[in-house]
């Protein structure tokens, strides 16, 4: 926390230094300051293009930087750590949708910036324009960034919990069961997440499940799963989501034997590439991926589920959460992190499904970490990764999160078009599409099928009674009754 708050406290000193932001108080500069993005450039990369349209601010602080217009260099700008000199450009951005006047270009080695966007600024500030206009003597406004604006049909439809009936049982957690449901009129199915209240309240997550209720809200992709309403019950809540019958990935893979199937994994990973774009357009990291929360409809289409773990983020965030093997640096470390954990985790997924086993996995967490920590250099590779397929794996498990594939400019196109990808001739249209073949499509007989999932009765915890502290943490749960 000392090591965060410290930086902090520079990139508020970073922050004054901006003419434009002269109108801000010290408060709303230390929230502008969380939600700075490191990004790192390489030599002769260019990091504005003159004529494009802008909305990102950039603060260099380490490296040096050309600044043409018409191809030719009008200056050259330099920062200087030792001295805490920075230099910026892009801060018009911040005020209006113009057009880059300049090309900004790498001269050193690498450049390292600092970046924030105008949707973010206006998320926690609200338009600088408006700020400026305010003058002196105002107070500070930073807006909470809400939940607002969600695109799901939950409660649209009104399912009611009456008229539902159970049919069987599709897996357990510590909290609770998911079930499989039939309505009564229509016959549609669906699977129903009851978590107790009791578990809820013991382990203090009433916070939590009330941000899983909103995450999946917010959410409306063919790529993750589907919420149809919440109910609240005296002893459990329930999420009605969307029944995906083919089974988890995890057991899918150990049942059928396809680690190793370069095909299924390019599939797989690319469902979850679409998934996290989806989430990250929303500024939501998600920070659990692994096979068992992945899964498979009739179809063998791919979904991203259970968004327990998932967190609203601009910026950055502090907690430590997760599966231990699928743990970035950053995590590890708790200097915070952004939405670069998720493509992190991809890399452990891919090299997961190829070999069988994590890259980094270790009897005991520690000694996980410690692996982590040394870097994906040192881990031997299966015979079954190809090449191609290495240099996506490292790309993805780089230990500076800006360096990440998709974190560097040109985002998840630099997954799409890498060689892993373009040499197998991946139809990227057609998977978004939903149009892309399935490698393997499970057998489901029905609606009612629960012969993918092995779950047993006995396997669910033991409800803890729940007693009412009357703090009313529940009562906006409810989509319907």
């Not at 991946?426 to 099928?449: H, I």
Request: hydrophobic fraction near 35%; charged fraction near 25%; include cysteine.
């Amino acid at each position: 926390m000392k090591v965060s708050d410290n930086k902090l406290k520079e990139y508020v000193h970073y922050l004054t230094g901006v003419s434009i932001l002269d109108a801000l108080l010290e408060q709303e500069k230390k929230e502008l300051a969380k939600a700075l993005v490191e990004m790192h450039f390489t030599q002769g990369e260019l990091v504005v293009q003159q004529g494009e349209p802008g909305n990102t601010f950039y603060i260099m602080y380490e490296g040096s930087v050309n600044i043409m217009k018409d191809n030719a260099i009008v200056t050259t700008l330099e920062a200087d750590p030792q001295k805490k000199t920075a230099q910026y450009f892009g801060e018009k951005a911040l005020l209006e949708n113009e057009l880059r006047g300049a090309t900004v270009a790498v001269k050193s080695k690498t450049a390292k910036c600092l970046v924030l966007d105008r949707d973010s600024f206006d998320m926690i500030l609200g338009p600088l324009k408006d700020i400026i206009a305010a003058g002196e003597g105002r107070s500070a406004k930073i807006n909470t960034p809400g939940m607002g604006g969600g695109v799901n049909s939950a409660g649209s439809g009104k399912i009611s919990r009456k008229d539902l009936k159970r049919i069987g049982l599709l897996g357990c957690g510590g909290f609770g069961t998911v079930e499989l449901w039939e309505h009564a009129s229509n016959g549609e199915t669906y699977a129903l997440k009851g978590l107790s209240k009791g578990y809820i309240v013991k382990t203090s997550m009433q916070e939590s499940v009330m941000n899983e209720k909103n995450i999946l809200i917010m959410t409306n992709s063919p790529f993750i799963t589907k919420l149809w309403e919440t109910y609240n019950g005296t002893q459990t809540l329930y999420f009605l989501l969307e029944p995906c019958l083919g089974g988890e990935l995890y057991a899918t893979y150990n049942r059928k034997g396809l680690h190793g199937m370069e095909k299924h994994c390019r599939y797989y990973s690319a469902g979850v590439v679409f998934a996290f774009e989806h989430l990250h357009e929303r500024r939501i990291i998600y920070r659990d991926l692994k096979p068992e929360n992945l899964l498979l409809t009739e179809s063998g289409h791919i979904k991203l589920t259970d968004m327990g773990l998932a967190k609203f983020v601009i910026g950055k965030t502090y907690t430590t959460c997760g599966t231990p093997d699928y743990f970035a640096p950053e995590l590890i470390a708790s200097t915070g992190h952004t939405n670069a954990v998720d493509w992190w985790t991809l890399g452990v997924l891919i090299f997961e499904l190829i070999s069988g086993h994590p890259p980094f996995e270790s009897a005991y967490p520690m000694q996980i970490y410690a692996k982590v920590t040394k870097g994906i250099g040192k881990v031997n590779f299966p015979s079954q990764c190809n090449a191609a397929c290495k240099n996506l794996i490292e790309c993805l498990l780089n230990n500076e999160p800006s360096q990440r594939l998709p974190m560097r400019p040109g985002g998840i196109k630099n997954l799409m078009t890498h060689k892993w990808f373009t040499t197998a001739d991946f139809d990227w249209t057609a998977m978004k599409e939903l149009k892309a073949a399935a490698p393997y499509k499970p057998v489901v007989k029905s609606k009612r099928d629960l012969a993918n999932f092995s779950a047993r009765k006995e396997d669910a915890p033991r409800q803890l009674e729940y007693v009412d502290p009357g703090t009313g943490w529940d009562k906006l749960f409810a989509t319907s009754s």
